[in-house]
């Protein structure tokens, strides 16, 4: 039977669900066309080993999941989407503005290497073979594609990086570090939670409206059930940011997959009420450098099972 998947508000093919073997991922039509050049991925709930709240495909590494299986899970899933783990760079997230440039030297950090940096939210990198990962479970993933000086960026953008323009420094860091131009960056607003799902406070809206004007706050925030809720929009935030940063209209990709809306698909802290697993945001410049055994045979896997 085929799977039901809840497209909001309606589908606009923005997102494209993809199956190899046993694992279940999205990716995206807009960076699918420079696939010689790029991995672009969004891993689903479909296809790993994990048990219980986690199941199946846990990607989180801060969980009282089973290790072994988390790290069959990222075996797999970086099979799936044709990558190799070791290259995968990866943070403890915690909803600040930091941005890392990653190099080759971070390739397996945080995963099968210990990690020598800590809260950071984003990465951006130029240097091929370099899987820069995220993880989510409702906030907004953000994919930032330079097809011109081929450098790519990575942000977590949940309601606090929003605020804090997260996306849009990291166009300015890739500005900065790689002579990226906004008006060449192809941008991808991953899986993550709708207005109509994501009821917030009214602290919210008064953290908002010091980075929005008012009809830019119309634009983000619908009144709720009653005077002291409102329906927050971080997909119309964040698309506004881009287009303020430079980005060209037709290079912002609207995801058309809610992950509360599909609890069953995709991991959704609202709908679990935080009992959840998380779900990696995947993008890499190829090619991938031909894999050294002997700088990972130690450290894999007891790395991630002693975490
Ligand atoms: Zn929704």
Redesign the pocket.
Known sequence: MAEKI?Y?PQKNNETKLRKKERVTYITFPALDQYQEKLVNAFSTRKGGFSKGIYKSMNLGLNNDDDGENVFFNYREFSKAIGINYNNIVISRQEHTTNIRIATAEDRGKGLVKPRDYDAVDGFITNEPGVALCLLFADCVPVYLFDPRQEAIGLVHSGWKGTVGQISSKAIGMMQKTYGTKAEDVICCIGPS??????EVSADLFESFSKEYDAAEMKQIFMTGKDEEHYQLDLWKAIEITLLKAGVRAENIHVTDI?????PDLLFSHRFTKGKRGNLAAVLMLKPEPPEDPELFKNLLPSFIINK
């Open positions: 809840i909001t939670i709708c207005q109509e799902c994501y809610c992950t509360n809306h599909n």
